[in-house]
């Protein structure tokens, strides 16, 4: 755990330098008891990814499990004959709504800032928290 960390790295832009010292004495602890693989267990780390990576050094393994289970996910569906056909990328992202308790317009920001410009025309709608 890191807490602090998915705060900023959902602070448009994303913030570096703040990530870096952050995250510089966890890995450096990680380091010190030995660690050769790191698993990232949190939806947001994997935007950081390379600064945990450059920080714990080339004899640490880091992974990321959102590809990993997206591609079981893929399998299983095609197994069942369940898997959509695939889409041009702006219809995919003209059929994903996202939900915030939150401000919209915020939250569009932040999934431009993380994911690329492309989402900017994304439904986002808010509901009561």
């Known amino acids: 755990p890191c807490p ?15 990530i870096r010292e952050l995250l510089e004495p966890v890995v450096n602890d990680l380091r010190t008891k030995n660690a050769d693989v ?12 390379p600064v945990i990576s450059s920080l714990a050094g ?35 992202i003209d059929r994903v709504s996202f939900f915030t308790t939150g401000n919209p317009q ?9 994911l690329g410009d492309q989402w900017a025309t994304a439904q986002v709608q808010q509901l009561e928290a």
């Open 58 to 92: 080339p004899g640490v393994s880091v992974i990321e499990t959102g590809q990993p289970v997206a591609r079981q996910l893929n399998a299983r569906l095609q197994a069942e004959g369940l898997l959509n056909p695939q889409l041009e990328s702006q219809d995919e």
């Open 38 to 49: 790191i698993v990232l267990g949190c939806t947001h780390y994997p935007f950081v990814a």
């Open 4 to 18: 602090g960390l998915v705060e900023l790295i959902e602070t448009v832009p994303m913030p570096t330098g703040a």
């Open 106 to 114: 915020e939250f569009r920001l932040k999934l431009c800032s993380l």
